[in-house]
Nanobody, 121 residues
Framework: QVQLVESGGDLVQPGGSLTLSCAAS????????MGWHRQAPGNQRDLVAS???????FYADSVRGRFSISRDNAKNTVYLQMNSLKPEDTAVYYC???????????????WGQGTQVTVSS
């Protein structure tokens, strides 16, 4: 029904930049909140940033001022611009979206498969 596909993960040097994309496709009536999460080996999955349909944005303290989240509603796509990357930003990055597939249907939480970001010299 609904798929979220992330792209843009890569190996980058400390201090570098990277932009992640996540496109939602399928039977979509509306998307409320879209977010980016990350999980490093041995750690829990943490919320990095989220953006609601009204434009309100949340950033985790660890990335505020370095990362920027945005969305293109026409393309059902959310982006994460990551600047001044640090080795501790290394993780698998996942996107999610709270999506309705019909006007009177429920809101379900859909996830992508993840994309690897490695920050290393």
């Amino acid at each position: 029904q609904v798929q979220l596909v992330e792209s843009g993960g890569d190996l980058v040097q400390p201090g570098g930049s990277l932009t992640l994309s996540c496109a939602a496709s399928g039977t979509i009536f509306s998307i409320n909140v879209m977010g980016w999460h990350r999980q490093a080996p041995g750690n829990q999955r943490d919320l990095v940033a989220s953006i609601a349909s009204d434009g309100s944005i949340f950033y985790a303290d660890s990335v505020r001022g370095r990362f920027s989240i945005s969305r293109d509603n026409a393309k059902n796509t959310v982006y994460l611009q990551m600047n001044s990357l640090k080795p501790e930003d290394t993780a698998v990055y996942y996107c999610n979206g709270y999506i309705k597939t019909a006007l009177l249907g429920p809101v379900n939480d859909y996830w992508g498969q993840g994309t690897q970001v490695t920050v290393s010299s």
